[in-house]
């Protein structure tokens, strides 16, 4: 029981990293259709893993726990591995401020479409 304080703080952080993340990749003008489908995957993700969490819960009376403790912090060091990928671009500004190359670029890839 120690653990969940640290284990929900850092899934709350993740969740807000991912908003944050979301909204800066989104192309202008689509960031509240972006916001409706990233709240419905994250609902989908989480009843996903309650789901799966009560299955590892009720499949040893002994170790469930133990098991559900596990995956969790595997699934939060996979994440882990998914940062190095994350464009610098996308997150060298400050929240609000203007990223001029990523909205050419954005522009670039309109005007092509």
Do not use: H
């Not at 029981?1 to 899934?11: D, K, Q, R, T, W």
């Amino acid at each position: 029981m120690i653990l969940a304080v640290p284990m929900g703080l850092m899934g709350g952080m993740a969740t807000a990293a991912y908003f944050d993340l979301a909204v800066r990749s989104c192309p202008p003008g689509l960031q509240g259709s972006l916001m409706m489908l990233v709240s419905a995957g994250v609902m989908l993700a989480a009843r996903g893993g309650d789901l799966l969490g009560a299955k590892l819960y009720a499949s040893s009376p002994v170790n469930g726990f133990l098991y559900c403790v596990i995956a969790t912090t595997l699934v939060y060091t996979l994440i882990l591995g998914v940062i190095p990928w994350i464009p610098k671009e996308l997150i060298a500004t400050t929240d609000g401020e203007r990223n001029l190359a990523v909205e050419a670029e954005t522009m670039a890839e309109i005007e092509r479409g």
